[in-house]
């Protein structure tokens, strides 16, 4: 997703994994626009990165769906907080390896309303599959009648 946005002219903040950040490579990663993640211990990432949209008015922040790696029933909600505690929009992104395409697709503001929302999500990933289509994952938030 990082190389979609690149071409479409953003210069995004990514997540990795912080062992990524170590040695010369945590130089490279952060000059690239990553944001080291303590995967055993993520509590107030969330948090982080909304402070950091608030204090960026250029903050863009790649986030890939889950099921990338492995395979999983539904997606986090931390993208979902994050938008609407940041106020930032949310454009839908996909690499499909069914059609062997990728790119960005509408921008939407989140509503509050998580079902809707997650609808208009539902629509646009319905026909498209992901670099390892076995992990595909339909974008279901664990409670759809809000966040806690």
Same mark, same amino acid.
């Given at each position: 997703m990082l190389a979609v946005a690149w071409r479409s002219g953003l210069r995004p903040y990514f997540l990795g994994k912080k062992e990524l950040f &170590? /040695?010369?490579m945590g130089p490279v990663m952060r000059a690239f626009g990553g944001i %080291?993640?303590?995967r055993q211990n993520p509590a107030g990432l969330v948090d982080e990165l909304i402070a950091r949209a608030n204090s960026d008015e250029l903050f863009q922040l790649v986030i890939t769906p889950e099921g !990338? &790696?492995?395979k999983v029933d539904r997606w986090k909600s931390g993208f979902y907080r994050l938008a609407m505690d940041s106020n930032l929009p949310v454009t839908l992104a996909y690499c499909d390896r069914t059609t062997m395409t990728s790119g960005l697709g509408p !921008? @939407? !503001?989140l509503t509050g309303n998580v079902k809707?929302? #997650?609808d @208009? #999500?539902?629509? +646009? +990933?319905a026909d498209? %599959? /992901?670099v390892k289509p076995a992990n595909r994952c339909d974008p279901i938030l664990a409670d759809e009648s809000g966040l806690a």
């Open positions: &170590r /040695g010369p %080291a993640v303590d !990338t &790696r492995k !921008t @939407i !503001t809707a929302d #997650m @208009i #999500m539902r629509d +646009f +990933f498209k %599959a /992901g």
